[in-house]
């Protein structure tokens, strides 16, 4: 097995990989670091928690270490897609770095662009950035490229669903042609592959495989759930998560709720705050301050379930926690692994429980394949009201739409806003209240009535009068069979006349 003195690194390095605790480099690690050492490019295919970080700082330290800064010309620079995994990556250089002299900055919104010009000005050695904040910098006129010995593209996948790709190739052109490329993507799409066929020059790729193998500490289950109706999922399916949540009791110490979708992530969130728990969202559309006020609030555990989308969780460093509840079936099933590797870390119980609805039956499969096991099935919390009952719930009570409505109003004037309706469906015999019950001849009578308005007002035209009540001429128009509009009879003359 490769150990970290068989890899040519920096002595001081070496004194700060011990003294973090690391005994031996992962996988990703001793692939790409001798070749990042020789200054080739590499290709790192890798998701985190392989140690990807340190693939990538620790040659650059070493490399680094020779040299130094000039005013307004970084050495290097790290790519980040988020202002958290920038502000990871600054950590790592902190760690290793510490028995080196070396500067570094970090730009990222949030921040004033005053105290990171100063840094600029002095001169860095490392500048690790967000790609936006990046070419805020530069067009400001303060910041030169063209001194980037080493460039490093970290989470290049996420970047592509966040949109940054035209940025990244932007600043790919503003560095020179002569440096050293270390790209990372936990996936190669098409787009990927393209920009790296593109900017990197016989790149050592390093694929490590995904994780397949899921942790034995955790306790995995699914319950198959099918909605009454396709326009209730949502709000039923939210009451099955509650009702898990509620299942697990008190075992439940803090859990993550993963979504597919960034709209549900919110109104899941929201649905759950909406019931007393103690829920916040997170996802990539949120404010940064939003963002590291429920991160720290879940570190600290002053919060206790955590929302999120995969693009928003992947790469955070959350701890360990005791339940992980997916509100869908993951589209790949690598996030699966993924997603409830953040329970039963360190030996410790967790568990994991997925709702799966019949269209997420062949995601399960896919999933079930790779983990190489039947996930245990678990009995629907909610029981199914009897048939009339729920028959007439269903009529009485339909959920308008499961998306965020622009129309608050109109839904709350009918007494039924989204926690009302998921309140009904809650109930244990969904029967109409009766106050529902007694709605229904209301609407009909209302119906009729505004039928028979319609009628009238077609009898007497007089809704076409649109308040010209001089324009007496015009009132015999009904139609052009028996009724001649009055204008057609008149003469030329009179009409100039008139
Ligand atoms: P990363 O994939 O870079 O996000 O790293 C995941 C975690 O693995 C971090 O907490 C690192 O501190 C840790 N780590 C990185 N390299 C090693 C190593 N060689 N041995 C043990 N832990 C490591």
Do not use: W
């Not at 007497?460 to 007496?472: A, V």
């Amino acid at each position: 097995m490769t150990k970290f003195t068989d890899l040519n690194l920096n002595p001081k390095v070496l004194k700060a990989i011990e003294e973090a605790g690391y005994e031996s480099p992962t996988p990703i690690q001793a692939g790409a670091i001798p070749a990042a050492l020789e200054g080739r490019d590499v290709l790192g295919i890798a998701q985190t928690g392989t140690g990807k970080t340190a693939s990538f700082t620790l040659p650059m330290i070493t490399r680094l270490a020779r040299g130094r800064a000039r005013a307004r010309m970084p050495r290097s620079l790290v790519l980040c897609p988020t202002r958290e995994l920038a502000a990871q990556v600054a950590e790592n250089f902190d760690t290793y770095a510490k028995h080196v002299k070396l500067t570094k900055a970090l730009l990222i919104g949030g921040v004033s662009f005053k105290e990171q010009d100063a840094a600029i000005d002095r001169g860095v050695d490392v500048l690790i950035a967000t790609p936006g904040r990046l070419l805020d910098h530069f067009e400001r006129g303060k910041l030169l490229l063209t001194g980037i010995e080493i460039m490093v593209v970290d989470e290049a996948d996420r970047m592509l669903d966040m949109g940054f790709i035209p940025d990244i190739e932007r600043i790919f052109s503003l560095t020179p042609f002569t440096r050293q490329t270390l790209f990372f993507s936990a996936t190669m799409a098409p787009e990927i592959e393209r920009i790296t066929n593109t900017f990197l020059s016989g790149p050592e790729r390093v694929e490590i495989a995904r994780q397949a193998t899921t942790s034995e500490t955790i306790e995995q289950a699914v319950v198959m759930f099918k909605a009454s109706r396709k326009d209730r999922e949502g709000s039923e399916k939210r009451r099955v998560l509650r009702e898990l949540i509620n299942q697990e009791g008190e075992a439940v110490k803090n859990a993550i709720i993963f979504c597919n979708r960034k709209t549900d992530v919110d109104i899941v969130a929201k649905s759950l705050k909406k019931y007393g728990y103690d829920a916040a969202p997170i996802h990539g559309d949120l404010d940064q301050s939003q963002r590291t006020k429920t991160l720290d609030g879940f570190r600290d555990g002053a919060l206790k379930i955590l929302v999120a989308s995969d693009v928003a969780a992947r790469g955070l460093d959350v701890p360990s926690v005791s339940h992980v509840f997916n509100f869908d079936v993951p589209g790949h099933a690598e996030d699966y692994v993924h997603r409830i590797g953040r329970t039963g870390r360190a030996g410790r119980d967790g568990k994991a429980i997925t709702i799966c609805t019949p269209r997420d039956e062949k995601a399960l499969d896919a999933v079930e394949g790779l983990v190489q096991k039947q996930i245990n099935r678990l009995d629907n919390p909610v029981k199914p009201a009897p048939r009339k009952a729920a028959a007439k719930d269903a009529a009485d009570a339909p959920e308008t739409t499961d998306k965020p409505k622009p129309s608050r109003r109109s839904r709350s004037r009918g007494g039924n806003s989204e926690a009302a309706a998921e309140a009904q469906t809650a109930a244990p015999t969904p029967a109409p209240a009766p106050e529902q019950a007694a709605e229904q001849p209301t609407t009909k009578a209302a119906n009729k009535s505004d039928r028979a308005d319609k009628q009238d007002s077609q009898k007497s035209g007089k809704s076409r009068g649109r308040g010209r009540k001089d324009d007496r001429r015009d009132d015999k128009v009904v139609g052009m069979g028996d009724h001649m509009p009055s204008f057609i009879a008149l003469s030329f003359d009179e009409r100039r006349a008139s």
